[in-house]
């Protein structure tokens, strides 16, 4: 057997050469930047996403006014998990009042708004019990197949012991 025909030494020796470039990129200082973990900061810096309180419009504005260094597309990332998360959607349905970064009231919830949270909630409730219900209808599919084979087998046997 030839190994030096199989493509592994080729890779091997490729990828020393083009390790050193590629190190410092691959091994930043800092963990990186997730949606969850800017979450979290946003979280610990600004009372209304620890309350989970209703945002105001705009609210990105503001974060990137604050936090001018912020990726964009990773706050809006960060942004729609938090809004889109149930608790917040909960909030969203009874309240009356949006909030700035700094706690202050701000702007109404529109009644759009208000509707909008409610149905989006209804529908991941109407998901959710879909679900359930298929697992507990595959559940049984499953019993009642297992029940078959069990019977099928304790006939074989007693049918098979007389012949």
Do not use: W
């Not at 706690?103 to 759009?112: F, L, N």
């Amino acid at each position: 057997m030839n190994t030096s025909l199989t493509p592994e030494p080729a890779a091997v020796v490729a990828t020393p050469a083009a390790t050193p470039a590629a190190t410092p990129e691959a091994a930043p200082a800092a963990p990186a930047l997730t949606a969850r973990t800017l979450l979290k900061q946003l979280q610990q810096q600004f009372p209304p996403f620890r309350d989970c309180l209703p945002l105001s419009i705009g609210i990105d504005k503001q974060i990137l006014a604050q936090l001018p260094g912020i990726d964009k597309k990773l706050m809006r990332t960060a942004l729609g998990i938090h809004t889109g998360s149930q608790r917040y959607l909960r909030v969203m349905e009874k309240a009356t009042v949006r909030y700035d970064l700094d706690g202050t009231a701000g702007a109404e919830v529109t009644d759009v708004h208000r509707k909008h949270a409610k149905e989006v909630l209804k529908e991941r409730l109407k998901k959710e019990a879909d679900r359930k219900k298929a697992e507990r209808e595959a559940a049984a599919a499953e019993e009642a197949a297992r029940v078959r084979q069990d019977k099928l087998a304790q006939l074989t046997a007693k049918f098979s012991k007389k012949g």
